[in-house]
């Protein structure tokens, strides 16, 4: 049971910058992707950010703000934020798929999941 555990969340000013990260207890051997997710209240979960082995993917909201990254020997995954705008404030979550079929921003796609760690981005 490949368990993950997010970090480095907190509060910061519209324009300032955060890493997160998420430590694996293990990489699932077959996973094809890992992904972050945010979740704003009253919102939908939607897909931030995801390292496959297909590519890299940042959705459109972020592209030239966050940069996805992994260390494998480390087992963790990194979500680089800058420019953070208040629109940024969420809970974070990562999420590993071991389905070679996944789609990086499906959520249904992931079957391991963190707990969250919370982005607050104040104007």
């Known amino acids: 049971q490949v368990q993950l555990v997010e970090s480095g969340g907190g509060s910061v000013q519209a324009g300032g910058s955060l890493r997160l990260s998420c430590a694996a207890s293990?990489?699932?051997?077959?996973?094809?992707?890992m992904g972050w997710f945010r979740q704003a209240p009253g919102k939908e979960r939607e897909g931030v950010a995801a390292i496959c082995t297909g590519g890299t993917y940042h959705t459109g909201s972020v592209k030239g703000r966050f940069t996805i990254s992994q260390d494998k020997a480390k087992n963790t995954l990194y979500l680089q934020m800058a420019s953070l705008k208040p629109e940024d404030t969420a809970m974070y979550y990562c999420?590993?798929?071991?389905?070679?079929?996944?789609?990086?921003?499906?959520?249904?796609?992931?079957?391991?999941w963190g707990q969250g760690t919370q982005v607050t981005v104040s104007s």
């Open positions: 293990e990489y699932p051997y077959s996973v094809y992707c």
């Open positions: 999420a590993a798929s071991v389905w070679g079929g996944v789609r990086p921003f499906n959520l249904e796609d992931y079957g391991y």
